[in-house]
């Protein structure tokens, strides 16, 4: 338990929990006229782009049927290998029976939730108290990175995750303020790394190759980093 949550007597999972809500609440007022509306982004990649896959994508899917194959566009083309189509990814099942628009932006929403979330959790990783944490967990949700990003949510999909996976990196190797023998880091090395292998999966179906490039070689740094 953190020094704040003991001298206030809350559980420390309390103020997480609170934390988490706190983030939810103001993205949904951040995101209130798309997701609470009538209002529709409509113009750019979002518009011709990717309505047309999420919506294709999702009646496939209801239908029970796997789109292997767009024949819509050119002569036909793949669609399942259009990584862009994010097919696999499974945050954007659940959305597949709302309209594609709704689709569109409760993913922002969540992915944008999902990064903000990330961050306050570095933050309390790192030693910073809840207050600390929950303002840069908001400064990173109202960024004008993710704002940015809207336009192309496949970006804001896989850049979303790499709070969650530098979390898994500070675990593998012991501190060396706190040894551990062998038999006790092994467990903790086998668990972040499977974590890590989830998350970089979830980067990688989250459909945007060259984000996820440049996340792993972030993450990369971040591993071999000294300090």
Do not use: K
Request: with cysteine; charged share 5%; proline share 7%.
């Amino acid at each position: 338990m953190s020094q704040n949550s003991a001298h206030s007597g809350r559980p420390e999972w309390l103020g997480h929990l609170l934390a988490a809500l706190a983030l939810a609440g103001f993205v949904a007022l951040l995101y209130w006229p798309l997701l609470f509306t009538n209002r529709v982004l409509a113009t750019g990649d979002i518009l011709l782009y990717f309505y047309p896959y999420r919506d294709f994508v999702a009646e496939a899917l209801r239908s029970g049927r796997i789109p292997f194959w767009n024949p819509y566009l050119f002569s036909g083309a793949p669609l399942l290998a259009n990584t862009q189509a994010a097919v696999l990814y499974p945050l954007h099942w659940p959305l597949i029976w709302r309209s594609v628009t709704e689709q569109v932006y409760w993913s922002v929403a969540l992915h944008t939730w999902l990064f903000g979330y990330g961050g306050y959790w570095l933050l309390r990783r790192w030693g910073y108290g809840a207050g600390p944490a929950l303002v840069t967990g908001v400064v990173l949700a109202g960024s004008g990175l993710v704002g940015g990003l809207i336009g192309h949510l496949n970006q804001l999909n896989v850049a979303a995750w790499l709070p969650w996976a530098v979390l898994c990196l500070p675990d593998f190797t012991p501190s060396p303020t706190h040894p551990l023998t062998l038999a006790q880091a092994w467990p903790r090395i086998l668990r972040n790394g499977a974590l890590l292998a989830l998350i970089v999966a979830l980067m990688l179906l989250a459909g945007h190759t060259q984000t996820f490039y440049i996340s792993l070689f972030a993450l990369g740094a971040w591993a071999i980093w000294p300090g």
